[in-house]
């Protein structure tokens, strides 16, 4: 009797089995894959032209969690995807890290880089510790251009330093990061001695100064930043200091002044910050020297002259307070509120160039 059940049971399912098979209107119920969401970030990375240096990417609301790394291709260039498995847009605010390690080398871009001379190749081992960044913004378009050099560096560092200080500030909201990256251009200006009140760092070209043909010669604010970004090159060492050491410690001394006059434009300098500030200043002479000399080796070169902002021998961190003190954003004043930050990337893989 079981025999009989189970042959009638057996024969049912293979005449239902035929029949589907033989429909020609079954489609079989196939979920449609998932495709995540992507987010493109490319740029380059100027100091001259770092080659193989890793990039990092971050949600500007955690810098401790590494979204995605790459390095950069021998131009200097790079292409990091972050992606969202859940498909939503990916949105907000991001910084880009780049960092030089023992593969690294870069491009000399000022008159001279210690020993080595503009144009030739400076080795990882001046480079190691040298970091650099930037910060951008997604709109949901799927790509972004995130340009690394000293002065989105500098910028950043400010910006960063007062989005800490007021939880009111929205950095994922457009127009306050717009509102704070024009503020802290104003005030990296004027660290630097030049006007750049109408002027955002980070919209700026800023190129590699060892390729005379490429530094401009109709836009003097831009030719001006290039050649201060290139004569950061070549600033002096000490006995046993690399590259990275100076050029960190600069950067050091300008967070320390800024961050001191932002947080209060008319109060007294401690006397970490007129240390700061006397670093600060041997290092302008340097700059002012180096773009002088830069804007007429390239004209040579070129056959037309370079037009440059005048750059200062000495900064006088009134001058900076007086920018600082320019508008409320960048002095405590509040922007939009909420969270901070970009929502929806979490990871992917990147390219060199």
């Known amino acids: 009797m079981h025999k009989i059940i189970g042959s009638t049971i057996a024969a049912a399912i293979a005449l239902t089995l035929t029949a589907c098979i033989d429909d020609k209107d079954y489609v079989a119920d196939v979920p449609a894959p998932t495709i995540p969401s992507e987010l493109a970030v490319s740029g380059s990375g100027i100091k001259g032209t770092l080659a193989n240096a890793l990039v990092e990417v971050f949600d500007s609301s955690n810098l401790n969690a590494v979204l995605a790394t790459t390095q950069t291709d021998a131009n200097g260039d790079y292409t ?123 919209d700026v070209t800023i190129v590699d100064a060892s390729v005379s043909a490429d530094v401009s010669t109709t836009d003097s604010i831009a030719a001006t930043l290039t050649l201060i970004n290139a004569a950061l090159s070549g600033l002096d060492t000490d006995a046993g200091e690399t590259f990275a050491d100076a050029f960190e410690e600069y950067v050091e001394a300008v967070s320390v002044v800024t961050t001191a006059i932002v947080a209060d434009p008319s109060a007294e300098l401690s006397a970490e910050t007129l240390a700061a500030m006397d670093a600060i200043n041997i290092v302008q002479a340097e700059i002012s020297q180096e773009v002088t000399d830069l804007a007429t080796d390239i004209g040579m070169d070129t056959g037309t002259p370079v037009v440059v902002e005048e750059v200062p021998t000495e900064i006088d961190p009134g001058d900076i307070a007086a920018e600082a003190d320019e508008d409320d954003d960048i002095t405590g004043g509040t922007g939009g509120t909420g969270g901070t930050g970009g929502t929806g990337g979490t990871g992917g893989g990147g390219t060199g160039g």
């Open 80 to 202: 990091i995807t972050l992606t969202d498995a859940t498909r939503a847009a990916i949105t907000g605010t991001f910084v880009v890290r780049l960092s030089a390690d023992e593969d690294t080398t870069m491009i000399c871009d000022a008159t001279a880089c210690g020993d080595v001379a503009r144009g030739g190749i400076v080795p990882a081992s001046e480079l190691v510790g040298l970091e650099l960044s930037t910060i951008s913004y997604a709109d949901g378009s799927g790509t972004i251009s995130a340009e690394i050099n000293a002065l989105t560096t500098l910028a950043t560092d400010t910006l960063l330093a007062v989005a800490a200080s007021n939880a009111d500030l929205d950095l994922s909201d457009l127009a306050t990061l717009t509102e704070l990256q024009e503020d802290a251009s104003r005030v990296i200006g004027a660290t630097l001695g030049i006007d750049l009140s109408e002027t955002n760092i980070f």
